[in-house]
């Protein structure tokens, strides 16, 4: 299968600061391919050195074997961007607004027609194609800032966080656009921060933190990759002050404390709960006991030691 996107040792560092620290990717022609990481991880900073928006500060990536600092031209054709600041008229009807972006795009004159109402089809406004974005609410917004994308008539598009702070019908009107995008052949690189999104929508699944890539693989292949296979999380009276190495419990793979919660990942919860019962090793009162199967969310923490909350 051919690879729409390749990046190798991609980096980009502003002032002093790494925003992005050697991405190495290959994304499948077709794909859904979702990068999901907390803000500041690099998401954005990936997706703008893709789309040729800023330079890379080191490293390669092609888009269909096109360069995108050598090739940049070739690179723009294949591949657009919905960015995750809206570029919208609010003045301009949704149709004035594609109708803006296919003349920038410079889409031949007698292709705009058609092109736009595609893109008014592929996100399901139609009905509202000829009343101004300032009347639009939120979730619609989004789905226009996808269809200004979609009328260069992209190979290969980029969503940046397209569901934040939108309403459920609009989220669910989101996944069907992008679903019909796959459906169509055309690949797709989304970028969000809700795990209940990369599980649901995508095909494989990069989780990002960063500016690295510290896991990557389809939803089963995550899974089955944890040492653990189910997370203790116990809510505690204060902090704790274990009197033992608590990784040297029975099937304990990884341990971490944020405060008053501490959360053991381990094969199996009984035997580990059995021995913290019985010997009273965490020297603090248990206030809760949460036992959960491993999940998208329990190796996001397991990894990076971090919830992944709005
Ligand atoms: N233009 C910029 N100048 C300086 N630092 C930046 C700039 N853009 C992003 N950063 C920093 O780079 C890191 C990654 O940011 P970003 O790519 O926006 O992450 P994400 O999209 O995952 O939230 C953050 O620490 C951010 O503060
Ligand atoms: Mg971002």
């Given amino acids: 299968m051919p690879e729409a996107i390749v990046t190798r040792d991609l980096r980009r560092v502003y002032d002093d600061r790494e925003a992005v620290r050697g991405l190495s990717l290959e994304i499948a022609e077709g794909e859904i391919f979702g990068l999901l990481g907390p803000n500041g991880a690099g998401k954005t900073t990936t997706l703008s050195m893709l789309s040729t928006r800023i330079r890379p500060t080191s490293g390669d990536a092609w888009v269909f074997g096109r360069h995108v600092v050598q090739d940049v031209h070739a690179a ?13 008229y609010p003045t301009l009807t949704a149709r004035e607004n594609l109708a803006f972006f296919a003349s920038l795009y410079g889409v031949p004159r007698r292709e705009r027609a058609s092109r736009i109402s595609r893109a008014l089809e592929a ?7 000829d009343d101004r974005v300032a009347t639009f609410s939120g979730g619609m917004r989004r789905r226009l800032n996808l269809g200004c994308a979609l009328v260069s008539n992209p190979k290969v598009i980029l969503l940046d966080e397209p569901t934040v702070g939108v309403d459920p019908q609009s989220r669910a009107h989101v996944f ?9 052949g055309i690949t797709i690189l989304y970028t969000t921060h809700y795990l209940a999104e990369a599980e649901d929508l995508c095909d494989r699944i990069a989780i990002m933190d960063e500016g690295r890539v510290i896991a990557l693989g389809t939803l089963a292949e995550l899974l089955r990759g944890s040492a653990a296979e189910e997370m203790i999380e116990l809510r505690l009276a204060s902090e704790p002050r274990p009197k033992l190495d608590l990784t040297t419990l029975p099937g304990v793979v990884r341990v971490e404390n944020q405060g008053h919660v501490l959360r053991l990942f381990a094969r ?20 809760q ?12 923490i397991e990894l990076t030691g971090k919830e992944l909350r709005d």
């Fill in 268 to 287: 199996r919860a009984e035997p580990v709960l059995a021995r913290l019962m019985e010997t009273g090793a965490l020297g603090a009162d248990i206030v």
């Fill in 289 to 300: 006991v949460r036992v959960t199967p491993v999940s998208l969310e329990t190796i996001f």
């Fill in 123 to 129: 996100i399901a406004l139609q009905t509202r194609a």
């Fill in 76 to 88: 723009r054709r294949l591949l657009n961007v919905a960015p995750q600041e809206e570029a919208l």
């Fill in 176 to 184: 069907e656009a992008v679903r019909g995008l796959k459906a169509e």
